[in-house]
């Protein structure tokens, strides 16, 4: 009976916290918070799945009659996102596989190795996070062209892993630091060289390190778009960024559908990889921008 | 010990790659992007020297100055978009939702991280209004706002502001999270302690958490105001610069003189000026929070 009692009153009270009005604020703005946030990416997937009567008959918020699959099968035949992709991905891994390695060598380097000269480098390599993409795109436009690298992957991946580095080593050097030098000198004690001190304790302490500094230079490199478009214009070498940009521009007026499709192609991988590492995404990236 | 820590030709092997990376593909093409600023001509047609023309054509240059005044208009109301709506969203995520704001945040940060391409090209379609109404037209059409179904995109003032709204709303989400982990380290005793001195509600946000928070925001905004000022993804994939020249900003300004009109020389200079701007503006807001905090 008491516990009935108490438990009705835990009830009621419960009720009034949830129906207390800053509560109720609360949630109306988390309504219009998501709605404003997500209606937009659901709107794109709802859309790509409706025919081209569909478009010109009923308003553009409506829901899809069915799936028309058809819109993805022309993004992907006409829009040629198959190639896109393949070549967003021939640039990307190589280019993180380099910037991942060198960028810790260096690190590596800077923070637990010994020589004279070696904060400079690190402030050489820090001062490269202010620079604007666009003051090296001229001589760098012209020395792949003498080189005869223009429409080769290698511009890009070269060119990604030169602007990747800056913050790679900011980071790397800031999860270098707190490794006890104990653990070190007792390795060298032991007899351990230089490599094995870097291959056998350094690297298996970087792992976190390397899958954080690995996802924010994805993002960076997988959405680039200034570079792409510069150093490519052989459609079949073209990358998932300028191919949708240049669909849209051809088909993006007249075809909806298949726009919607190429665009919600675009999204999806993402949206996958996110729900799958949101939070290492979420805290790589945060690190990235705000400790300096 | 020191001897192996000091070992030369590991460091070589160690820093070298990463060294020559950079001093190659960023360094020494900064010093031969300054060297083209005295020189008028491309590859094609061959160099001529100029001296100090290219800088002198820049100041009389009125699309220069249009692309100028466009860059820090977006910059402004960008960054103060993002800043300002982060740090609401901050408060609200510390204040009102407390522990239950993980969910939330994870998808009011997702936007971030979506190509700027594929992002521009849905508000493309937002805001459409031929060959049919997009969203926003469509939405005012139904409830009878027939004044404002226009063409979005299609003139120069309500294009910029879409450019904004685009942009903050996919990084407000970004900065609302980096604030918020600022906010998470105000000692809870700090703000309990101004509560019962009787702070509440705005005097509390004023006179404590906002200067507490204070250092974080700087860093914030001089990050946001660096991308800001070299906004080109979202202008090209959106707008494309136009209607006219009405949405260019210096960047692409400077890609046009570049690569469209084969100035290398005008290109370079444009890109100088666009580099001192972004390290003055940094500095500069660097200085203020200085003398602030």
């Given at each position: ?46 859309s790509s799945?409706k025919g081209p009567t569909e478009f010109n ?11 028309y699959?058809q819109n993805y099968l022309d993004a992907?035949?006409r829009g ?167 669909f849209v521009g051809q088909y993006g007026q007249r075809e909806w559908g298949p726009t919607f499709a190429a665009i ?29 | ?124 379609k ?5 060959p049919q ?161």
């Amino acid at each position: 009976m008491a516990t009935t009692l108490r438990r009705s009153a835990q009830a009621a009270t419960h009720l009034r916290q949830r129906l207390h009005p800053r509560r109720i604020a609360a949630g109306l703005i988390v309504g219009l918070l998501l709605i404003i946030q997500l209606y937009p990416l659901i709107w794109l997937l709802l859309s790509s799945f409706k025919g081209p009567t569909e478009f010109n008959l009923r308003p553009i918020y409506a829901l899809p009659e069915g799936f028309y699959w058809q819109n993805y099968l022309d993004a992907w035949t006409r829009g040629r996102l198959n190639i896109y992709y393949l070549n967003s991905i021939l640039v990307t891994f190589p280019a993180l596989l380099l910037i991942i390695a060198t960028g810790l060598g260096a690190a590596f380097a800077i923070e637990i190795m010994r020589w004279r000269g070696r904060n400079l480098v690190l402030l050489t390599f820090l001062a490269g996070i202010m620079v604007p993409l666009q003051i090296v795109l001229l001589p760098l436009f012209s020395a792949y062209y003498q080189l005869q690298l223009l429409n080769n992957h290698l511009a890009l991946i070269l060119t990604y892993t030169a602007f990747g580095l800056p913050l790679t080593i900011f980071l790397f050097t800031g999860y270098l630091k707190p490794i006890p030098r104990e653990v070190i000198e007792a390795a060298i004690v032991d007899g351990a060289n230089i490599y094995q001190v870097f291959a056998r304790i350094v690297l298996p302490m970087m792992a976190n390190a390397i899958v954080t500094v690995g996802l924010v230079q994805f993002f960076f490199i997988w959405n680039d778009l200034i570079l792409s478009m510069t150093f490519i214009n052989d459609v079949s070498m073209r990358t998932i960024q300028t191919g949708l940009l240049n669909f849209v521009g051809q088909y993006g007026q007249r075809e909806w559908g298949p726009t919607f499709a190429a665009i919600a192609s675009s999204v999806i991988p993402i949206l996958i990889i996110y729900l799958a590492l949101n939070n290492l995404i979420i805290r790589g990236l945060t690190a990235g921008s705000v400790k300096g | 010990m020191e001897r192996v820590l000091r070992d030369r030709t590991a460091a070589v092997i160690f820093l070298g790659p990463a060294l020559v990376i950079y001093v190659c593909i960023l360094l020494i093409p900064i010093g031969w992007s300054i060297g083209y600023t005295f020189f008028s001509g491309s590859p094609i047609s061959g160099f001529t020297f100029a001296g100090f023309q290219n800088y002198a054509t820049l100041v009389q240059d009125r699309r220069f100055w249009d692309a100028f005044w466009f860059s820090t208009r977006y910059a402004i109301f960008v960054t103060g978009g993002q800043i300002g709506l982060g740090l609401a969203l901050a408060l609200f995520y510390h204040f009102y939702l407390k522990r239950s704001s993980a969910l939330i945040r994870t998808l009011v940060f997702f936007p971030v991280v979506l190509p700027t391409v594929a992002v521009a090209a849905i508000f493309q379609k937002l805001f459409a209004i031929a060959p049919q109404y997009g969203v926003v037209n469509a939405v005012f059409d139904l409830i009878g706002l027939h004044s404002l179904v226009q063409p979005w995109l299609g003139r120069g003032q309500t294009a910029f502001w879409v450019l904004v709204i685009m942009d903050v709303w996919r990084a407000m989400g970004f900065y609302a999270v980096i604030l918020y982990a600022g906010l998470i380290e105000i000692p809870a005793e700090t703000i309990e302690a101004a509560r019962l001195d009787g702070a509440s509600g705005w005097a509390l946000a004023q006179l404590v958490i906002l200067p507490l928070l204070m250092p974080i925001t700087i860093s914030a905004l001089i990050f946001s105001l660096n991308g800001t000022l070299k906004v080109f993804d979202s202008v090209v994939a959106l707008t494309g610069g136009g209607p006219g020249n009405a949405t260019t900003p210096l960047t692409l300004y400077m890609y046009r003189a570049a690569f469209t009109n084969n100035a290398y020389g005008y290109g370079s200079t444009i890109a100088v000026m666009l580099t001192l701007y972004c390290l003055i503006v940094s500095l500069l807001a660097y200085r203020f929070a200085r003398r602030d905090v």
